[in-house]
């Protein structure tokens, strides 16, 4: 009796079981879930381990302009990442077009091939980015702390043009009209 191979079909079965009860008919791919979550935690022990391997102390606690400037670069990128025209690209292996969305922008859809789905969710989706491109940046910080930096800034620069972007299009739009 293989009771190795018996374990890993049961093992199987109940995860199928599990999935399906939680999905309540819809399409949710929690095994790419899963697999993203592994790779998210290999991403990062790898960004952990390069970090203890340079001996930098750690601090004691971020500083706040630091955290203000992760926020606003974490978000400039991940909105580029995601939703940007230019950087389609990237997507489209995952992805299916939709509509355009806001300026500059795109609406593009996971596709529904299992192996992609998850993939396609993730670049699509800014939150979810965010998260990646947040310990991204904070690695970043901790092991090239003026060249992050430095790109970090012009990253919050690019979000600020983009505010006066749309800042300056509401006004015209209010004034004239159009």
């Not at 300026?103 to 998260?131: I, N, R, W, Y």
Request: include cysteine; aromatic fraction near 8%; hydrophobic fraction near 45%.
């Amino acid at each position: 009796m293989n009771t190795a191979a018996d374990g890993r079909l049961a093992l199987h079965g109940l995860l199928q079981r599990t999935g399906r009860r939680y999905a309540a008919g819809h399409d949710r791919p929690l095994g790419g879930y899963l697999a993203a979550m592994a790779g998210f935690a290999t991403y990062t022990t790898a960004w952990a381990t390069a970090v203890r391997m340079r001996g930098r102390p750690l601090p004691d606690r971020p500083e706040p302009w630091d955290v203000l400037l992760t926020s606003i670069a974490t978000f400039r990128l991940s909105r580029l990442l995601t939703k940007a025209s230019v950087t389609s690209p990237l997507r489209a292996p995952f992805t299916r077009y939709v509509a355009p969305q806001g300026p500059a922008e795109v609406h593009e859809e996971a596709q529904s091939d299992d192996a992609k789905h998850t993939v396609g969710e993730l670049a699509t989706c800014p939150f979810c980015m965010s998260v990646w491109v947040a310990s991204t940046l904070t690695a970043g910080q901790l092991l090239w702390p003026r060249a992050t930096r430095t790109a970090m800034g012009g990253l919050a620069a690019l979000a600020g043009a983009d505010m006066l972007q749309l800042a300056y299009s509401a006004l015209i739009e209010k004034t004239t009209g159009e």
